[in-house]
């Protein structure tokens, strides 16, 4: 096709993709720790709810772990004015991801509260300790070594998820090499370098996961 690389005409739009790579990580840690809020109040509504309580969480959980989240998101920056609601795509964006990551982190968080062990507790009253104390010691460890692994291989997918926001005009990584593409015309260059820089990244917060888990609860994990 006598096409050549040239990456020296987008190196100079490097530092601005890695802007929008620290927007993506923004996007990421805001919802994911909105959807551990959500996820902790629908998974003590599932496990200690009353019935009504506990279908009102299923039907969330279903409704929005089986549709696109671009589909959610369209619907919160789109449909949402209708009813004289306006958000701008930053927020809809966040808003969207926080809801659906919160659904699958009702099931994620709920299985840790099932892990806990009937004898696990009766083993810290035996000792003596009071339920405060249960729950610092006992309950709340077992739960964190438990779901640790899952949360962070969530958080992983939602960075990489972040690039939906692109199509809302959020200037996250995606987003970013879109305006460079409008200006270069170097597709090539510029999405090799965002998937260098998405590999890089995860890279990264998989390493940092590994470390903080391995010295902070004790959980074993591989960077690969």
Do not use: C
Not at 53 to 59: E, I, S
Not at 92 to 98: E, R
Not at 185 to 193: G, Q
């Amino acid at each position: 096709m006598g096409y050549t690389l040239q990456f020296g005409q987008i190196t100079q739009y490097l530092p601005y993709l890695a802007g929008g790579a620290v927007v993506s990580l923004e996007l990421a840690l805001l919802s994911i720790f909105g959807g551990m809020l959500l996820g902790l109040f629908g998974a003590l509504g599932k496990t200690a709810g009353g019935p009504w309580l506990r279908r009102l969480v299923n039907a969330y959980v279903v409704f929005f772990t089986n549709t696109p989240l671009l589909v959610q998101v369209y619907f919160l920056y789109f449909g949402l004015p209708a009813f004289g609601i306006l958000l701008n795509s930053f927020d809809a964006v966040l808003l969207g991801m926080t809801i659906n990551a919160g659904a699958y982190l009702t099931e994620i968080q709920r299985a840790g509260f099932l892990s806990v062990h009937r004898n696990e507790i009766e083993a810290a009253e035996t000792l003596g300790m009071s339920r405060l104390q249960s729950v610092r010691y006992v309950i709340l460890p077992h739960i964190v070594r438990s779901l640790y692994p899952a949360l962070t291989s969530h958080f992983t997918l939602m960075t990489l998820g972040s690039s939906m926001a692109a199509i809302f005009g959020v200037e996250e990584l995606t987003g970013r090499a879109f305006n460079v593409n409008s200006i270069t015309f170097r597709s090539i260059e510029i999405f090799l370098a965002v998937a260098v820089m998405y590999v890089i990244v995860t890279l990264i917060l998989n390493l940092i996961f590994v470390l903080v888990g391995r010295y902070q609860f004790r959980v074993r994990m591989r960077v690969f």
